[in-house]
């Protein structure tokens, strides 16, 4: 039996950019979707700790090194400027692959920069 676990988490990253008009999707630093093992196109769950929104998206690149976390299309509608998000991704993993599991967490400061990754 495969299990569906916790894969990457990004946690701590703060919205810098809103954009409606958009075809979807979440802009994330490229340095840090290297640092979460994440892919472009990868499927992430959105935690919104400032207003409880949850939601999912998948993974763009944004400039690497520019800190950006964006959310586009219809996203955008439920995040502002400013807010704290988690970001997870999750992988499925069989019972062989579990043992040497250990998921990646990173915590980002208020500019989206890595504090410390586990």
């Given amino acids: 039996m495969y299990r569906t676990m916790l894969k990457s988490k990004l946690h701590g990253a703060i919205v810098t950019e809103c954009n409606l008009h958009y075809e979807g999707s979440i802009s994330i630093d490229e340095n840090l979707i290297k640092a979460a093992d994440l892919l ?23 400039k690497a090194g520019s800190g950006t976390i964006g959310l586009n299309g219809a996203a955008a509608r439920l995040v502002q400027v400013g807010d704290e998000l988690i970001l997870l991704a999750y992988g499925q993993y069989s019972p062989e692959e579990l043992k040497q599991y250990k998921p990646v967490i990173i915590h980002l400061d208020k500019k989206n920069r890595i504090l410390r990754k586990k």
């Fill in 40 to 62: 472009p196109g990868e499927l992430v769950h959105v935690l919104n700790i400032n207003n409880a929104e949850r939601f999912e998206t998948y993974v763009i690149k944004a």
